[in-house]
């Protein structure tokens, strides 16, 4: 059983497109995270949701749009897709609340996002 | 601004040493610190972790050492194991709770 999964895997999509990558876990944690590693390999953080609300959100394009149906979801949406987007996505869970300290984050295995 | 310091991108060992991956930060408000291993196609894994309030923790094999004047930390692997071979992950977070990486240190084990 796998703690934390995302899907697609993998996703090769043109310019311009609109893409979901979907993320769950069933590790009853409260907290939910999407990370991006760019080409330079750095893992930076893009949104954060505790029990269903947004609690960061770094300097990201309006095109991303992250959304929690429950707590054990938190799906990523990007409108009109850009060659800059190309990147690995992590989705990840911890049961701590920001201010509880980090140990805890367990991430999903990725979606390498390519856009052509 | 890149607040957490990777500043060795590879590193190889040989197997049975002891390797050493270090990491350095800037900002001084950041009081929880973590090492992280990642196996290609998979998601990074936590390993180990310090608190500010200390200078070292061991766990096995692995120990990571703080030196806060210095903001720098450090992982100590020994004895390094083929297994070991993997990009290494420093991260750090401050009272908000969220984790910022550094750029990560591929270590490869010689056997």
């Known amino acids: 059983d796998t703690a934390v999964s995302q899907t697609p895997k993998y996703l090769v999509t043109q310019m311009g497109n609109d893409k979901s990558i979907k993320c769950e876990q069933n590790l009853g944690h409260d907290t939910m995270y999407w990370y991006k590693q760019d080409s330079k390999k750095f893992l930076k953080i893009m949104f954060s949701?505790?029990?269903?609300?947004?609690?960061i959100n770094e300097t990201v394009p309006n095109r991303f749009s992250p959304k929690s149906p429950d707590k054990a979801h938190l799906n990523l949406h990007i409108n009109s897709l850009e060659l800059g987007d190309s990147a690995v996505y992590f989705c990840?869970?911890?049961?701590?609340?920001?201010?509880?300290?980090?140990?805890?984050?367990?991430f999903g295995s990725g979606t390498r996002l390519t856009v052509v | 601004d890149q607040q957490v310091k990777q500043n060795s991108p590879s590193l190889s060992v040989q197997e049975g040493r002891i390797s050493i991956l270090n990491c350095d930060y800037t900002n001084s408000m950041f009081d929880y610190f973590l090492w992280y291993k990642k196996y290609p196609a998979e998601g990074p894994t936590f390993l180990i972790s310090i608190s500010s309030i200390k200078d070292k923790n061991e766990d096995g094999r692995f120990t990571v050492f703080l030196n806060k004047s210095a903001k720098h930390l450090s992982l100590h692997i020994v004895p390094s194991q083929p297994g070991d071979s993997a990009v290494y992950f420093c991260?750090?977070?401050?009272?908000?709770?969220?984790?910022?990486f550094g750029t990560g240190t591929r270590l490869t084990i010689i056997p």
């Open positions: 990840a869970s911890s049961a701590q609340t920001p201010g509880q300290g980090a140990s805890g984050y367990t």
């Open positions: 949701y505790n029990n269903k609300e947004l609690i």
């Open positions: 991260a750090a977070s401050a009272r908000a709770g969220k984790l910022t």
